[in-house]
């Protein structure tokens, strides 16, 4: 028996869904941007159904494809896989436009096409995944004999094994004993073992044994669980890897709808804020008497250093109303949109330090340095949690660290949407 949260078995029904999400939206946004004042002519009706047709055939081949590298697990990595999907078809689509020189096809059809099928589809996903844990949890109880050593924490285990499986445990838990696998034909009563032992060769005879009773074994290696959290497994014909760090900004795809995003987000940001930032530049260039731009050396992604840009707030430690007020509620940080264009930073990531700093708290911790694998952020996941500004003391350290870290191992297009809306929000309250 599987026991993952979503089995490979389960993806028919996801397919099903995004497949009735793309469908729906686009009867919809046919069905809105042709009507009986601007009906659809009979000389484009055979481009839409060929092309009903081709966004159909490419989902599925997107689909397909994704599913069968990695699978996901959760409603989240199912939410980030899918948009994934989405961003593939809006870019095959908008390649299809270029060709065609946009004669055949409604602009505004695809505008409410795409905007819907996004919406619809992460809804149905939901709903999907939500039913089939719910009828994963009313099936009947899962036996799992989980096999420790003296030293096991078997109560943890337990624990960690009734909050993460779907289905219904039922856990039964022994000592690891050669005599009793051998003598005891306890295999019958067990769907599921786990084994929480060290011991290669011990781990070697329960696997015999459960291939014997026809038992699915899983291997559960508590000291490791922090590494484990972000591995991936890499298997070759003649060896088995695994890869410690799973970074999926190295994956070029993700490479290039991080700088996608970043070019697009940021010149939208520059048209719609700049009246404010002129607005700011010349009243601090009255206040000050000059240039009112901070220039700072900081450390870039990969050790690479990079200048930056701020409004200037303070002088000899003086630091006016309006400035206060401009630190409060971020703005001082607006003109590092330009250091976003210049591909130095990104929208999303970990807020550059100063390089005094880096050999500091390089020495305070053994990972601080992975948080520089990525472009650093105008705002972050450890922004949005409260930790920013300055370091007050180790547990500030630490959290930020740990936010960090995870942003760069779990990071996907719609965390770094989430983390930028909680950063609008949070704004106007000045947090």
Sequence with gaps: MEIHRITKHSSAFFLIGEILSLNISFLIALLTRFNEKTPLSEEYYDYYVQLFLLLNTTWIALFLNSWKTKFPENFTSLSNSFNKRWLGLLI????????????????????????????????????????????????????????????????????????????KANVDKINFQKDILLTENIGKNYEVVISAIKDVEKLLEIQRWCDINYINHYIFFSEFQPIFRSAELIKYVSATFLKIRDEPLNLPLNKFVKYFSDIVLSVLFLIVLSPLMLLLYIILFIKWNKTPIFKQKRYGQNGKIFTIYKYKTMENNSTPAICSFMRKFSLDELPQLINVLKGDMSIVGPRPYHLE???????????????????????????????????????????????????????????????????????????
Aim: charged share 25%; net charge positive; aromatic share 14%.
């Design 92 to 167: 095959i689509y908008a390649l299809l436009l270029v060709i065609l020189k946009g004669y055949y096809f409604s602009r505004i059809f695809a505008g409410i096409l795409f905007v819907l099928h996004l919406i619809f589809g992460n809804v149905l996903l939901l709903i999907v995944s939500k039913t089939i844990r719910y009828f994963q949890k009313k099936t009947k109880e899962v036996k799992i004999l989980l096999i420790c050593e003296n030293n096991s924490k078997p109560n943890e285990i337990e624990n960690a094994i009734n909050k993460e499986f779907h289905y």
């Design 357 to 431: 700093d880096i050999t500091k708290f390089k020495e305070k911790s053994k990972i601080f340095m992975v948080r520089h694998w990525v472009k650093p952020g105008i705002t972050g996941l450890a922004q949005i949690r409260g930790y920013r500004g300055k370091i007050m003391d180790d547990y500030h350290f630490e959290e930020r660290l740990r936010n960090d870290v995870w942003y760069i191992e779990n990071w996907s297009l719609t965390l770094d949407l989430k983390i930028l809306v909680l950063t609008i929000f949070q704004i106007p309250r000045g947090t």
